[in-house]
């Protein structure tokens, strides 16, 4: 998939809150679990890694949210991220 595409993809993936804007409690790389990709929306198949984001709610790990992305929807998602607490910041 085309770098500006991933990226507007992420970006509209944290204006959703289909991933939180915030850091990332856990993450846990694997194989893929078969789940739909939260950035790209593609299913992580079992022959690519994934990376499982966990967060949690007020700290309660009994509230353990999981997401699941390809590593490279990651580091997108992850630039995204920041660059939005940046511009954040600025404003």
């Avoid at 998939?1 to 409690?25: H, N, T, W, Y």
């Amino acid at each position: 998939m085309d770098e500006e595409v991933l990226r507007g993809k992420a970006r509209a993936a944290l204006q959703s809150g289909r991933i939180p804007s915030r850091r990332p409690d856990r993450t846990l790389g694997r194989p893929g679990a078969g789940a739909h990709c939260a950035v790209c929306e593609l299913p992580v198949r079992r022959d690519e890694m994934e990376c499982e984001i966990n967060f949690t709610s007020h700290g309660d790990e009994a509230s353990l949210s999981e997401v699941h992305v390809h590593i490279r929807c990651f580091a997108v998602w992850e630039s995204e991220r920041v660059a939005a607490g940046q511009r954040a910041a600025t404003s």
